[in-house]
Nanobody, 123 residues
């Protein structure tokens, strides 16, 4: 049974940091691209970052220099270190997995999704 379980969300003041984790099971984690998306109230789900084995990463422009995606293929876990948080980063953050190489920001076609974790950044 495939599972993606996010954790690490919470309430933080602007300028603070949070580290999200996504523990995966039920598929060959090292062969999958892992991504973080977010969805703010009243907005569409938005790509945040992606990581592939071998060190390939990509970020949406709005988080470059502030967020870092990483993965541990031994622990089957992907992380999102979020620094210098802003109120506009407030959203539910989801991790997702795809077995097909891609280089776009669409959320279409990801095989597996987590349930999400809430991140709230106060001004």
């Amino acid at each position: 049974q495939v599972q993606l379980v996010e954790s690490g969300g919470g309430l933080v003041q602007a300028g603070g940091s949070l580290r999200l984790s996504c523990a995966a099971s039920g598929f060959t984690f090292s062969s999958y691209g892992m991504a973080w998306f977010r969805q703010a109230p009243g907005k569409e789900r938005e790509f945040v970052a992606t990581s592939w084995s071998g060190g390939r990463t990509r970020y949406v422009d709005s988080v470059k220099g502030r967020f870092t995606i990483s993965r541990d293929n031994y622990k089957n876990t992907v992380y999102l270190q979020m620094n210098s948080l802003k109120p506009e980063d407030t959203a539910v953050y989801y991790c997702a997995a795809t077995g097909v190489w891609r280089n776009d920001n669409s959320d279409y076609g990801y095989a597996y999704w987590g349930q999400g974790t809430q991140v709230t950044v106060s001004a």
